[in-house]
């Protein structure tokens, strides 16, 4: 495969959530330089995407909390086809599992991380892109935990 | 079982190509009148009508006419009748007829699929979802399960099965050339299918210097966008001898969904929602895998068809590249003949509905030049990925 320097410089267009109460804290925790889920205060379960029962215990008692942010790549994709003009490949689609909760994934862009760098299982930490109010979580190597 | 109520007693099919240019409503037309004809009834005797995923669902192309144009263009007399997309994949809408016939609601059902994305896409590529909002729909805001995946790129089920792929791939060290064989069986099955698509010779070669969609996608792990439209008739089992074809008898169904409805919190990365189809369909009959003569399993991308080998019990998990490897188990005159027509990969997107067709094809021994020897008795029609799967077993007693 062709090697290619760096993955994903800002695309000149990123379609953008719709932004509403029951999912604000997520798409804006990076103003807070947070990731954020909904987490249910009986079970300590994380939650997401944010429903207002936690599935686990069915408890309605929700609360936003901060996750580390930290996580783990499960899978990834470079993605060759330009499907959005203005989002321009190659980049590198990724599916992560936070560290507090593996089964909790996001799919995402990994970013600052040559293509052919990219493995499966390789720690990962968010960082964000902010776009007319809205933080998209992305992800970066976490070269501090050294696992 | 009720599923046993119930029998395929016709199947039709328009056209089928590339930007064919024709109203959805003829080749609607063409494959209903078609699949009435050949199971040897009249319009008067259709009483069930279903279809997926409703009428003009979805991107344009996607689907054509829904329950109520078909109803008044034939002027049907309908006991029952059914059409969406919330249901186990594409042949959730056939699941649907043969439980309202075992449940009495209908005598035959025609069910449906037309599909008319080639025209739609025109001369252009193959566009992303939401590849709209950029430039005139630059207000456009994702939402639903678009809304996790769109600010990424991830725009296309390429991208979202080929994170499976991959982690399939570090788990079990399937590979590429392994992948490349649901591809190339394919493309010498569509060579003896007139009605195919692509049909000129593919090598291992041409595969791995294809451009690259998404890893490990190249062009040719990725269906061909098609038109055309499919039909089947499904009978009362007890309301079927007199007509003009021997029955096939439904086995069995899989229409489980037991994990997260969902392309990214499944908890396995290395199978979806068929993985609870296939192995409900093998709890509800005394069949096994080694009885099935004819697998016509979805491949809209090549590992997805691995997959449902895997889902179904035809190997065990994760040996899913092993067993296609080299090509022979699944050849025509292998072990399990797959996807004998050339799939959606080369015989075009016809969404779900192609493998039932060819299922019952081959069944009734018209197969033609990709006739399965051995008179084929068992053939096994599955479809969807993600978080859509549904499955039948069909046996020709």
């Known amino acids: 495969m062709r090697s290619v320097v760096s993955t994903l410089p800002r695309p000149d267009f990123r379609v953008l959530p719709l932004v509403t109460e ?35 215990c069915l408890s309605r008692d929700l609360a936003v909390e901060a996750a580390s942010g930290r996580a783990r790549v499960a899978s990834y994709t470079v993605n060759h086809q330009r499907w959005i003009p203005g989002f321009e490949p190659p980049y590198v689609v990724a599916l992560v599992e936070i560290e507090e909760q593996p089964s909790l994934r996001l799919t995402t862009n990994l970013v600052r991380c040559a293509l052919e760098d990219v493995r499966i299982d390789m720690p990962v ?4 892109e902010e776009r007319d109010g809205v933080w998209i979580p992305l992800f970066e190597p976490d070269t501090e935990t050294g696992r | 079982m009720s599923e046993r109520r119930a029998a395929i007693s016709g199947i039709g099919q328009s056209q089928v190509g590339r930007r064919l240019g024709r109203d959805p409503m003829e080749l609607t037309l063409d494959a209903c009148l078609d699949a009435i004809a050949d199971a040897g009834l009249d ?5 069930g009508l279903a279809t997926y995923p409703g009428g003009w669902f979805g991107p344009r192309g996607f689907s054509g006419p829904g329950i109520p144009e078909l109803q008044d263009a034939l002027r049907l007399n309908l006991s029952w009748y059914a059409g969406g997309p919330e249901l186990p994949g594409q042949l959730g809408s056939v699941i649907e007829a043969i439980t309202a016939v075992g449940a009495g609601l209908a005598t035959h059902v025609l069910c449906f699929r037309t599909v008319w994305e080639s025209t739609a896409q025109g001369a252009g590529g193959r566009s992303g979802i939401g590849a709209s909002a950029g430039g005139d729909g630059a207000g456009f805001r994702a939402s639903g399960i678009l809304e996790w995946t769109l600010p990424y790129g991830a725009a296309s089920a390429a991208v979202w099965i080929a994170l499976y792929a991959q982690r399939h791939m570090h788990e079990y060290g399937t590979t590429r050339e392994q992948l490349a064989q649901i591809a190339l069986t394919a493309r010498r099955n569509a060579a003896r299918n007139p009605k195919a698509i692509y049909r000129e010779p593919l090598t291992l070669d041409d595969y791995l210097a294809a451009r690259m969609i998404s890893t ?3 062009l040719y792990d990725c269906d061909v966008p098609a038109d055309g439209a499919t039909a089947v008739v499904v009978s009362r089992a007890d309301r079927v001898r007199d007509l003009r074809r021997p029955p096939l008898r439904v086995e069995a169904v899989g229409s489980a969904l037991r994990g997260r409805p969902s392309w990214d919190q499944f908890e396995d990365l290395t199978t979806m929602a068929m993985r609870d189809a296939g192995a409900m369909l093998w709890q509800r009959t005394d069949l096994r895998p080694r009885h099935v003569d004819v697998a016509e399993l979805y491949d809209g991308f090549s590992f997805l068809a691995l997959a449902w080998i895997e889902a179904l019990g035809f190997c065990a998990r994760g040996e899913g590249g092993a067993f296609v490897e080299g090509g022979a188990n699944i050849a025509l005159e292998g072990e399990l003949p797959l996807n004998t027509h050339g799939g959606q990969l080369s015989a075009g997107r016809l969404h779900g509905y192609g493998f039932l067709h060819e299922a019952a094809l081959q069944l009734w021994g018209e197969g033609g030049a990709r006739q399965v020897a051995g008179d084929p ?11 859509l799967a549904g499955c039948l077993l069909l046996v020709r007693d």
């Open chain 1, 22 to 56: 029951r999912n604000a804290h997520f798409w804006t925790g990076g103003a807070h330089g947070e990731l954020r889920f909904l987490r249910c205060r009986a079970c300590r379960h994380w939650i997401h995407p944010p429903s207002p029962i936690c599935a686990v």
């Open chain 1, 125 to 128: 930490r968010v960082c964000f």
């Open chain 2, 43 to 47: 319009r008067r005797d259709i009483d």
């Open chain 2, 216 to 218: 490990p996608f190249c």
């Open chain 2, 377 to 387: 008795r068992v053939a096994v029609a599955a479809a969807g990925g993600g978080p």
